[in-house]
C-alpha cells in the first residue's frame, strides 16, 4: 500500500518570504501522479500543482514548484513570494496511474501561516 | 475546472434520523466518485467509493449499512448517513475524476458539515 508523510504539523512563514513544505511517500510503483492540495478556511480543496512521476522537469504554476526526486521518494512544494492568502492547510496526496479511477493517498497535512 | 457541487452545504439533524447528501458534477460526467470524512485539523479520510451503476466499494472499519452510498447517474451520487449520532459530525467532502479528459484530476465539491445533535 502507498503511504503519504508529512511530517511537520506546522510552518509559518513571513510576507514575500519563501517556505518549503517537505512530503515523502512509499511507492513500489513506477508510474504514479503526485499532487498538492490547498485547503483554506472554507475547507473546499484546491489543487495547487501536479505532478507526474514519469516526467523528470520539476512542474511549476507561478509562485508554486516542487522539487521531485523520484529515487528519494521525495516531493516537496516551493512557494516563492509569500501572500497573506496562502494561509491554509497544505495536503500532499498520491495516485496510482494504474486505474483511470484510483483513488488518491493523502498525508496528515501541514498548516502554514503568513506573517504579515 | 471543472465543478462539483454538494448539497446541502451545512445539516444539522437530531440522533437517530438519517441524512443524504448529494454529490453532483455539473459539467462532466464520473463513473466514479469518492467519499471523504475529515475532522478539523485532520486529512481526510477516505470512506468508499462510488461507482455508477454497481455497489460501492467500502474501505476497512467503515459501515456500510450506516453510510449508504447511491451513484444513481454519471453525474450524482449520494451518501446517506443512517442513524445517525453526535459522532457523525463531520465535515463530509466528495471528489470525482472525469470520465474523459484530465482523469488523472480528481475535483472536490465544496463538502457538508454535518451537526448532528
Known amino acids: 500500500a502507498q503511504t503519504v508523510t508529512q511530517s511537520q504539523p506546522e510552518m509559518s512563514v513571513q510576507e514575500a518570504e519563501t517556505v518549503t513544505l517537505s512530503c515523502t511517500y512509499d511507492?513500489?510503483?513506477?508510474?504514479?501522479?503526485l499532487f498538492w492540495y490547498k485547503q483554506p478556511p472554507s475547507r473546499q480543496m484546491i489543487l495547487v500543482i501536479r505532478?507526474?512521476?514519469?516526467?523528470?522537469q520539476n512542474a511549476t504554476e507561478n509562485r508554486f514548484s516542487v522539487n521531485f526526486q523520484k529515487a528519494a521518494k521525495s516531493f516537496s512544494l516551493k512557494i516563492s513570494d509569500s501572500q497573506l492568502g496562502d494561509a491554509a492547510m497544505y495536503f500532499c496526496?498520491?495516485?496510482?496511474?494504474?486505474?483511470?479511477?484510483?483513488?488518491?493517498?493523502f498525508g496528515k497535512g501541514i498548516t502554514l501561516s503568513v506573517r504579515p | 475546472g471543472a465543478v462539483v457541487s454538494q448539497h446541502p452545504s451545512w445539516v444539522i439533524c437530531k440522533s437517530g434520523t438519517s441524512v443524504k447528501i448529494e454529490c453532483r458534477s455539473l459539467?462532466?460526467?464520473?463513473?466514479?466518485m469518492f467519499w471523504y470524512r475529515q475532522f478539523p485539523k485532520q486529512s481526510l479520510m477516505l470512506m468508499a467509493t462510488?461507482?455508477?451503476?454497481?455497489?460501492?466499494?467500502?474501505e476497512q472499519g467503515v459501515e456500510k449499512d450506516k453510510f449508504l452510498i447511491n451513484h444513481a447517474s454519471l453525474t450524482l451520487s449520494t451518501l446517506t448517513v443512517t442513524s445517525a449520532h453526535p459522532e457523525d459530525s463531520s465535515f463530509y467532502i466528495c471528489?470525482?475524476?472525469?470520465?474523459?479528459?484530465?482523469?488523472?484530476?480528481?475535483?472536490f465539491g465544496p463538502g457538508t458539515r454535518l451537526l448532528v445533535l
Open positions: 459539467d462532466f460526467q464520473a463513473t466514479t
Open positions: 496526496a498520491y495516485r496510482s496511474a494504474s486505474g483511470a479511477n484510483s483513488k488518491l493517498t
Open positions: 471528489s470525482a475524476p472525469p470520465m474523459t479528459g484530465g482523469r488523472e484530476t480528481q475535483y
Open positions: 505532478q507526474e512521476a514519469y516526467k523528470q
Open positions: 462510488s461507482n455508477e451503476g454497481s455497489k460501492a466499494t467500502y
Open positions: 511507492t513500489s510503483e513506477s508510474d504514479y501522479y
